[in-house]
């Protein structure tokens, strides 16, 4: 998966550079033959970027953000707790991953049969927002995955803090939180693009 990240990013980069009238760092030959090699990777593992330059994901600009039912499984959100005794009686047998809090917003995204299905903010835990469109131009969710099956992958929609200093310039955003949650609210996606989010 590294290698299939480098090569997306050498690739844009490349292209990012011919296109603005500046010299590539890749002759044709050498960008034809990582292209190949992407395409290869990709085949093999069954995983797609949305950002590769082997898909052409175009700048959808829609009309709202429809509302996604998820009653047979809520977004909660989780009571604090202050002891070690609590958290065992949380997780009570099952196995769990804990991490250092980020502060983003709850998102949802759906793979079915590999395939990126839909995405969705947690709303009122019962009730969120489609961001099926807006998924598509987070920096590391995959389009496509090797995996059959129905997946329901529950994360924070989170802006890094270098990707921040890129986004923020011009000092329009308080926070790296508030311009992720903007993000979500957007109806244009090219500019959900450049706010270079991420899903953790």
């Known amino acids: 998966m590294d290698k299939i ?4 990013k050498e690739l844009n ?5 011919y296109y603005n009238g500046k010299e590539s760092p890749l002759s044709d030959k050498e960008f034809d033959e990582k292209l190949k090699e992407l ?37 909660l959100s989780l009571d604090k707790v202050h002891s070690a005794e609590e ?8 196995d769990i991953i804990a991490s250092i809090k980020c502060d983003g917003l709850s998102v949802r995204i759906v793979y079915e049969n590999g395939e990126l299905f839909s995405a969705n903010t947690r709303g009122n835990g019962t009730i969120g927002g ?13 389009l ?3 995996k059959k099956d129905k997946y329901i992958i529950d994360g924070e929609a989170i802006i890094y803090d270098n990707d921040f200093a890129i986004v923020n310039q011009n000092n329009e955003f308080k926070n790296s939180r508030n311009a992720a949650a903007g993000a979500l609210s957007l109806l244009d996606m090219s500019i959900v ?7 953790i």
């Open 5 to 8: 990240k480098v090569l997306i």
């Open 13 to 17: 980069n490349a292209s990012n550079l």
């Open 39 to 75: 395409q290869k990777l990709e085949q093999e593992t069954g995983i797609v970027y949305s950002n590769s330059p082997t898909v052409n994901v175009g700048y959808e600009v829609i009309n709202e953000i429809k509302k996604i039912d998820i009653t047979d499984k809520p977004m």
């Open 87 to 94: 958290i065992m009686d949380f997780y009570d047998g099952y």
């Open 130 to 142: 489609d961001i099926t469109e807006h998924i598509k131009y987070f920096r590391n969710v995959p």
């Open 144 to 146: 496509k995955i090797a």
């Open 193 to 199: 693009k450049n706010r270079r989010l991420s899903f």
